[in-house]
DNA sequence: CTGAAAGCGCTTACAG
DNA sequence: CTGAAAGCGCTTACAG
């Protein structure tokens, strides 16, 4: 790349190096089965010494089954959204590193993709997703962001993230407490909730209807529900809403209304997207790049044949400054 | 891709069809001088007739100049924003045209790129931005997204959008107008402001201090910005915002207050962003596909040593029914 | 103006 | 377990 560098350092470079041949290291390159331990070694120490970083263009080219893999957003679906945005990102990395091929696929009227590739990620999941029986009809091999059943897909734990949410807000003392949703429209959101009213309905919290609220999944969404439910003399001491976006939504919607976050309102997040969480915001952590990572082994899975499967992802509560343990007494004016 | 044509055609195949040699295709392909017009022809046919697509792994191996293009992104310019969302699909599909290798370089910490591509395209443009030092020093040629004098860059005409945006509400009878801008950090935010001044100035109106607003170029910020706005009193008739986001925050804003768009209050945006402006928005238009495409045209020119260029784009106004005409009287509640 | 041929950096049967 | 060799689809000097 840079000027030191100028001259690319390749497979045969390595090899050389290594004092093997292209083709061993080809093999270790790409973890093949078969190779000596110690030849491995040699071959690892000389891509690390000399720095070599594999041309992706050849090894697309050199795949022998030339597969390109397509990525479909569901009709109606946010490209525009940080999640997808980062998503997106992630997975074209993924695949680069696979050799694999990557192109966005787009939508037809009836929101089926209007092009077929040798396999494809589908984005935004629904319920009797129509994408399914056709991908399906067609023998395209497919892994599905979300859940369903029967087929390969990839999930972050929505239902543990909500009862991790749960959790903290019971054990920070909150018992009044409201939730802001998309809209109710994805899968992910909508399991969230599920854990998040489990856990609560085990300390014999209920979550009416009216605390429910919808965010639409944006900043702005997130802080119009918030104030509007503010302004109806909504009294609840902690939020939890199904995206970080709504989340500082709804606590900037707060501090315009008086309240102090933590000091008065506990907000918790889901995704700790860096940027939007920020530093401060206490959220629920999902890490794109695994369900990048796995929605492409799963590909792979499926293309070699091999029957599909279901991975569900562990998220984790990260604990920061937008949550707080509740007040016994109502705040004053005078507080710190 | 999909079944029928599982069979990839090349350029061989576009050869043999044509009754000429790969390396004719070659050059038909890439636009190289010195074909025959009728061979030509016959080669563009053929490519035509046989639905020959380019196998863009196989053109980054070949060229000779083994040129990878970098995208540096200014520190605290946000990754995340629709706007930049778009331009990097579109500036990855105008390299992956060109045959040529795209990879996104992060930041060190004093906001220089981490990395040297063997060209460079430069997003958030600042004044005095010290990356084209940087890089001028270390000979890597680059294309700066916004405007600097001497070196290479591509725009679009924010000034005279600003005019558009002007004119067009001035011609509506508008005279009582607020701005609200990203918080004056990037170029082209202060351009667009600089030409709508100009225009209100022309016509004898003062935009004083007080009337324009911060919307930290985010749909939320324009929402809390125009909402502080009016609650503060402000009487204004018509709103231009530097990005459709802050435009439509804008609009949700005056909305919850209980006024009318546009019977009541004229909004204007900035990029018209599908999905963002949606069919409602009038809007300044600029073409993110254009940009993306001059930026790699001009980069193109600095790698093969032609003097640097700066490439203005053209906006255009787009009205639709986010603007109305000034009303006479004041807005009553019977009104239709 | 056009063709034949070498080469880009990698992967993968095929031998051994 | 490893090497030698062919091949992926394209571009580009080099001849003519």
Same mark, same amino acid.
């Given at each position: 790349?840079?000027? $030191?560098?100028?001259?690319?350092?390749?497979?045969? #470079?390595?090899?050389?190096?290594?004092?093997v041949?292209?083709?061993?290291?080809?093999?270790?390159?790409?973890?093949? *089965? !078969?190779?000596?331990a110690?030849?491995?070694?040699?071959?690892?120490?000389?891509?690390?010494?000399?720095?070599?970083? *594999?041309?992706?263009?050849?090894?697309?080219?050199?795949?022998?089954?030339?597969?390109?893999?397509?990525?479909?957003?569901?009709? $109606?679906?946010?490209?525009?959204? *940080?999640f997808?945005?980062?998503?997106?990102?992630h997975?074209?990395? %993924?695949?680069?590193?696979? !050799?694999?091929?990557?192109?966005?696929?787009?939508?037809?009227?009836?929101?089926? &993709?209007?092009?077929l590739?040798? $396999?494809?990620?589908?984005?935004?999941?629904?319920?009797?997703d129509?994408?399914? @029986?056709?991908?399906r %009809?067609?023998?395209? @091999?497919?892994?599905?962001?979300?859940?369903?059943?029967?087929?390969?897909c990839?999930?972050?734990?929505?239902?543990?993230? /909500?009862?991790?949410?749960?959790?903290?807000?019971?054990?920070?003392?909150?018992?009044?407490?409201?939730?802001?949703?998309?809209?109710?429209?994805?899968?992910g %959101?909508?399991d969230?909730?599920?854990?998040?009213?489990?856990?609560?309905?085990?300390? $014999?919290?209920?979550?009416?209807?009216?605390?429910?609220?919808?965010?639409?999944?944006?900043?702005?969404?997130?802080?119009?529900?918030?104030?509007?439910?503010?302004?109806?003399?909504? #009294?609840?001491?902690?939020?939890?809403?199904?995206? #970080?976006?709504?989340a500082?939504?709804?606590?900037?919607?707060?501090?315009?209304? /008086?309240?102090?976050? @933590?000091?008065?309102?506990?907000?918790?997040?889901?995704?700790?997207?860096?940027?939007?969480?920020?530093?401060?915001?206490?959220?629920v952590?999902?890490?794109?790049?695994?369900?990048?990572?796995?929605?492409?082994?799963?590909?792979? #899975?499926?293309?070699?044949?091999t @029957?599909? !499967?279901?991975?569900?992802? &562990?998220?984790?509560?990260?604990?920061?400054t937008?949550?707080?343990?509740?007040?016994?007494?109502? *705040?004053?004016?005078?507080?710190?």
């Amino acid at each position: 790349m840079n000027e $030191g560098q100028n001259v690319r350092v390749t497979i045969q #470079d390595v090899a050389t190096n290594a004092g093997v041949s292209s083709g061993t290291v080809s093999r270790v390159l790409n973890n093949r *089965p !078969g190779v000596n331990a110690y030849t491995k070694g040699r071959v690892l120490d000389s891509m690390k010494r000399l720095g070599y970083r *594999p041309d992706q263009a050849a090894r697309e080219l050199s795949f022998a089954r030339n597969t390109t893999i397509g990525l479909h957003v569901a009709y $109606g679906v946010g490209r525009l959204q *940080p999640f997808f945005a980062l998503f997106l990102s992630h997975l074209a990395a %993924e695949l680069r590193d696979s !050799g694999l091929r990557f192109e966005e696929v787009g939508s037809l009227k009836n929101g089926l &993709p209007d092009r077929l590739a040798d $396999g494809m990620v589908l984005f935004g999941a629904h319920d009797a997703d129509p994408r399914i @029986p056709y991908l399906r %009809e067609k023998k395209i @091999p497919f892994v599905l962001l979300g859940h369903a059943d029967g087929v390969s897909c990839v999930a972050a734990d929505d239902i543990d993230g /909500g009862r991790q949410a749960a959790d903290h807000l019971i054990q920070l003392g909150h018992r009044n407490i409201v939730c802001i949703l998309g809209g109710l429209h994805s899968q992910g %959101e909508f399991d969230r909730l599920k854990g998040f009213q489990e856990r609560l309905g085990a300390s $014999g919290i209920v979550l009416d209807e009216e605390r429910i609220l919808d965010g639409e999944f944006t900043s702005l969404g997130g802080y119009r529900a918030m104030r509007r439910a503010l302004e109806a003399g909504c #009294d609840a001491t902690a939020v939890f809403a199904a995206s #970080d976006e709504m989340a500082i939504g709804a606590i900037a919607a707060a501090e315009d209304h /008086g309240l102090r976050v @933590p000091l008065s309102l506990s907000v918790v997040g889901f995704d700790d997207i860096e940027g939007i969480a920020g530093n401060r915001l206490t959220t629920v952590r999902q890490s794109i790049g695994d369900l990048a990572h796995h929605a492409v082994a799963l590909l792979q #899975d499926e293309l070699s044949g091999t @029957p599909s !499967g279901k991975k569900v992802l &562990p998220v984790q509560l990260v604990v920061r400054t937008s949550t707080a343990r509740l007040r016994t007494s109502a *705040p004053t004016a005078t507080d710190p």
